[in-house]
Nanobody, 115 residues
Framework: QVQLVESGGGLVQPGGSLRLSCAASGIIFRLYTMAWYRQAPGKQRELVAL???????NYQGSAKGRCTISRDNAKNTVYLQMSSLKPEDTAVYYC?????????WGKGTLVTVSS
């Protein structure tokens, strides 16, 4: 059974930092492209960052330049380090594992940026 479990969300003040983690099980993690998406209230889910099986990264949207995606294949975990957080970064952040045959999603972790 495939599981992606996100953690690290919470309430953070504007300008603060946060590191999200996604622990995967039930897949050969090192083969998968891993990605972080987010969905703000009333908006569509959008890609934040992805990292391929060989470590290439791609960043999208307004968080570009303020976040770093990384992976630890030994721990089957992908991370998203975010800094200079803004209220508009408030969203549920989802982990996604992609391979040619399909993809898997976590249930998400809520990040709230507010003073």
């Amino acid at each position: 059974q495939v599981q992606l479990v996100e953690s690290g969300g919470g309430l953070v003040q504007p300008g603060g930092s946060l590191r999200l983690s996604c622990a995967a099980s039930g897949i050969i993690f090192r083969l998968y492209t891993m990605a972080w998406y987010r969905q703000a209230p009333g908006k569509q889910r959008e890609l934040v960052a992805l990292i391929t099986s060989v470590g290439s990264t791609n960043y999208q949207g307004s968080a570009k330049g303020r976040c770093t995606i990384s992976r630890d294949n030994a721990k089957n975990t992908v991370y998203l380090q975010m800094s200079s957080l803004k209220p508009e970064d408030t969203a549920v952040y989802y982990c996604n594992a992609v391979l040619s045959r399909g993809d898997y999603w976590g249930k998400g972790t809520l990040v709230t940026v507010s003073s």
